[in-house]
Antibody, heavy 118, light 114 residues
Framework: QEQLVESGGGLVEPGGSLRLSCVASGFSFSDYYMSWIRQAPGKGLEWVSFISGSGSTIYYADSLKGRFTVSRDNAKNSLFLQMTRLRADDTAFYYC???????????WGRGTLVTVSS | DIEMTQSPESLAVSLGERATINCKSSQSVLYTSNNKNYLAWYQQKPGQPPKLLIYWASRRASGVPDRFSGSGSGTDFTLTISSLQAEDVAVYYCQQYHTIPPITFGQGTRLELK
C-alpha cells in the first residue's frame, strides 16, 4: 500500500530552522518526482519545491528566496526540506506529494504542521 | 507564471443537484503537440490532504465516482458534480502543470450543502 508520511514539524521561533522529512513506502520512490506543498491554516495550497527522481533537477517557489533546500535519499526512500530563517508566514501544514514530469500530484502525505511563533 | 483563478469562491448546492466550479488560467495549458490540457482538480475535506479527482482536464483518477467530471480546454475549465452527495462537501482546487516552475493552484472553491 502506497504511503507518504511526513514528520519534523513543530513550534519554532522566528529566525529558526527546521528539517522536514517524508518517508515513502509501497512504490518505487526513485521513479517519481516529489514536491513539497504547503497550506497555511484556513488558506489555499502553495507549491514550495520540486525535485526529480535522481535529484538532479530542483525548483523552488520564488517567494522562498533561498531559505529552503530540498533533497532526497533514494536509498532510504526519503524526501527532505531544510527550512532556515523561518518567518511567521511560513506557518502551515507541509505536505509531500508525488508526481511525474509535467503530471498531476497523484498521491499526497497527510502533512506535518510547522508553527513559527515566539 | 500561469495564474489560476477559480469561481465562485463558495457554492451551496442541494443534495442531488448539480454543482459547477470554474477555473481559468492566465495562459493556455494546452499542448497542441499531444492535444492534452495540463490541468488537474483536487478535493480536500477538513483535516485531510488534497485528493486527486481529475487529471488531463477530463480524466477521472482511479476510484473517483463518475458523478465527477472535468471539461474545458485552453484557458477555461469546469469541474461538475452531477448529483451532489453529502460526502462531496469539501474545498476544490484546480492546478496547472503545463509550465513549471512554478506549479500553481487556484485559490479554492468551498462547496457546501444548501
Amino acid at each position: 500500500q502506497e504511503q507518504l508520511v511526513e514528520s519534523g514539524g513543530g513550534l519554532v521561533e522566528p529566525g529558526g530552522s527546521l528539517r522536514l522529512s517524508c518517508v515513502a513506502s509501497g512504490f518505487s520512490f526513485s521513479d517519481y518526482y516529489m514536491s513539497w506543498i504547503r497550506q497555511a491554516p484556513g488558506k489555499g495550497l502553495e507549491w514550495v519545491s520540486f525535485i526529480s527522481g535522481s535529484g538532479s533537477t530542483i525548483y523552488y517557489a520564488d517567494s522562498l528566496k533561498g531559505r529552503f533546500t530540498v533533497s532526497r535519499d533514494n536509498a532510504k526512500n526519503s524526501l527532505f526540506l531544510q527550512m532556515t530563517r523561518l518567518r511567521a508566514d511560513d506557518t502551515a501544514f507541509y505536505y509531500c506529494a508525488r508526481s511525474g514530469w509535467l503530471t498531476e500530484f497523484d498521491f499526497w502525505g497527510r502533512g506535518t504542521l510547522v508553527t513559527v511563533s515566539s | 507564471d500561469i495564474e489560476m483563478t477559480q469561481s465562485p469562491e463558495s457554492l451551496a448546492v442541494s443534495l442531488g443537484e448539480r454543482a459547477t466550479i470554474n477555473c481559468k488560467s492566465s495562459q493556455s495549458v494546452l499542448y497542441t503537440s499531444n492535444n492534452k490540457n495540463y490541468l488537474a482538480w483536487y478535493q480536500q475535506k477538513p483535516g485531510q490532504p488534497p485528493k486527486l479527482l481529475i487529471y488531463w482536464a477530463s480524466r477521472r483518477a482511479s476510484g473517483v465516482p463518475d458523478r465527477f467530471s472535468g471539461s474545458g480546454s485552453g484557458t477555461d475549465f469546469t469541474l461538475t458534480i452531477s448529483s451532489l452527495q453529502a460526502e462531496d462537501v469539501a474545498v476544490y482546487y484546480c492546478q496547472q502543470y503545463h509550465t513549471i516552475p512554478p506549479i500553481t493552484f487556484g485559490q479554492g472553491t468551498r462547496l457546501e450543502l444548501k
